[in-house]
């Protein structure tokens, strides 16, 4: 992975936004107020929307030096120049993609709840391992959970570890001492009230505490 990336923060992940103008309105404010990374993920949209929309982020992460990352389709971040793809279990090989994407390119793979899929994708080229859902989850209801030991589990394996899955500004801190370096929110962040203060509230997770 390409270490001038930030490897602490908030990871944003878009929502199922159908129009392309809102969607980059609302995403302009989370990167303003200092969100690390940024997930394009639409699973609602048809390929050509999804990159036209991908497009329309692109510009705005490299204004801000965050890295955009395409979910699901390795293919669409190699021919749009995003920094970056990450996969599930189900959207295709790791090594197939870091071939294609390049030794500097961004690629995560989703673990779950899983310690051995980790180690995996470690050993086949992931940048980072992301493990959740943590908590109950909106966007994945039924999604398998994780604990946080997970977390404490996979520092052996050198790659940022990612959290995801329910994450709220109240229930994140101990994802973080647990060995979370990245908090992975969608509607925690882009339903809230008040999305950059939503992010602040993220943020103010990874402070240390006086007697840390």
Avoid at 24 to 51: F, H, M, P
Avoid at 84 to 98: N, S
Avoid at 149 to 154: F, G, N, P, Y
Avoid at 176 to 195: C, E, K, N, R, Y
Wanted: include cysteine; charged fraction near 20%; charge should be negative.
């Amino acid at each position: 992975m390409n270490l001038s990336w930030p490897r602490r923060g908030l990871y944003a992940i878009t929502p199922d936004e159908p129009d392309s103008g809102r969607l980059a309105a609302r995403v302009a404010t989370v990167l303003e107020a200092g969100a690390a990374w940024l997930q394009y993920r639409n699973k609602q949209a048809d390929a050509g929307l999804r990159r036209q929309q991908a497009l329309a982020l692109l510009p705005l992460c490299r204004a801000r030096g965050v890295p955009l990352i395409v979910n699901d389709d390795w293919r669409l971040a190699a021919e749009i120049g995003a920094d970056g793809a990450h996969l599930g279990e189900d959207d295709g090989e790791l090594a197939a993609a870091r071939a294609a994407l390049g030794d500097a390119a961004i690629l995560g793979a989703s673990c779950y709840d899983d310690i051995a899929l980790a180690r995996t994708a470690a050993a086949h080229g992931a940048s980072y391992i992301a493990f959740g859902a943590f908590f109950t989850s909106p966007t994945k209801p039924n999604a398998r959970r994780a604990s946080p030991q997970l977390l404490q589990q996979a520092a052996a394996l050198g790659l940022p570890r990612v959290a995801i899955g329910g994450i709220t500004p109240d229930n994140a801190r101990g994802l973080v001492l647990a060995g979370a370096d990245l908090l992975a929110v969608i509607s925690g962040v882009f339903d809230a009230p008040d999305p950059a203060a939503a992010v602040a509230a993220y943020l103010s997770c990874f402070e240390e505490e006086p007697n840390e």
